[in-house]
Nanobody, 122 residues
Framework: QVQLVESGGGLVQAGGSLRLSCAAS????????VGWFRQAPGKEREFVAA????????SYADSVKGRFTVSKDNAKNTVYLQMNGLKPEDTALYYC???????????????WGQGTQVTVSS
């Protein structure tokens, strides 16, 4: 079982940048797919981006393509979400999640972090 810990959230002005981190403990990411999700107040949770630990394949929601980049650091067993050109509508609680397949990660991953708040002011 893998434990996930997010960090890096905060308050930023529109147009600014933040980098979120998702560190794994208990085991390495190994062959997992790691995803980022967000949930704004009063809205459903939505998929943001994902990365395959093996092969480094990536996927992004249309709303963040060209602005967000997901990457990994093998040595630190950490996945990052670089967020540039932030907009007020990006304000949400951001979670990382992991599971063994792309299908599971996108639909209902088994492993979740506790979340980190991102607030973008206009």
């Amino acid at each position: 079982q893998v434990q996930l810990v997010e960090s890096g959230g905060g308050l930023v002005q529109a147009g600014g940048s933040l980098r979120l981190s998702c560190a794994a403990s208990g085991r390495t990411f190994g062959y997992y797919v790691v995803g980022w999700f967000r949930q704004a107040p009063g809205k459903e949770r939505e998929f943001v981006a994902a990365l395959s630990w093996i092969g480094s394949g990536t996927s992004y929601a249309d709303s963040v393509k060209g602005r967000f980049t997901v990457s990994k650091d093998n040595a630190k067993n950490t996945v990052y979400l670089q967020m540039n050109g932030l907009k007020p509508e990006d304000t949400a609680l951001y979670y990382c999640a992991a599971d063994e397949t792309w299908g599971r990660v996108v639909s209902n991953p088994n492993y979740w972090g506790q979340g980190t708040q991102v607030t973008v002011s206009s």
